[in-house]
């Protein structure tokens, strides 16, 4: 029984290796994209970087979109193919620009508890017997 526990977890790490090699970019720096190139293709998708740098043989850019959300991309040096995107949108942004499919939603109606004679919508709150 001592023995069982260092093999398996032996065996759950070696399983575990392949899967987190995925996070990886792959392609040999003779085919990368130069780096002003990739400055010029985010510039284009309307992100102002901050900071760019390599990290695991991938472009990684954090910086701001034109409505001054805070975004991070993960690019394929060699394709630029958007790899993975973090946006950390401002309270009432819009993300249309990220969606297409997506529109600002309204604001929520605040809700009334029902039944309440207290309160009643678009009024002054009773207070007491008035």
Do not use: H
Not at 51 to 73: A, F, W
């Amino acid at each position: 029984m001592k023995n069982a526990f260092p093999l398996a977890f032996m065996v759950a790490l070696l399983a575990s290796g392949p899967a987190l090699a995925d996070d990886d970019c792959s392609s040999p720096m003779a085919e990368w994209q130069s780096r002003e190139a990739m400055t010029t293709y985010v510039t284009g998708l309307g992100i102002s970087p901050d900071r760019i740098r390599i990290d695991d043989g991938c472009y990684e850019v954090r910086g701001r979109d034109g409505d001054d959300n805070r975004v991070e991309l993960k690019l394929d040096p060699a394709t630029l193919a958007l790899l993975e995107l973090d946006v950390e949108f401002r309270p009432g942004a819009d993300p249309s620009r990220y969606l297409p499919n997506a529109r600002g939603l309204p604001a929520k109606a605040p809700q009334v508890p029902s039944g309440n004679p207290l309160i009643t919508p678009g009024t002054v709150p009773k207070v007491g017997g008035n």
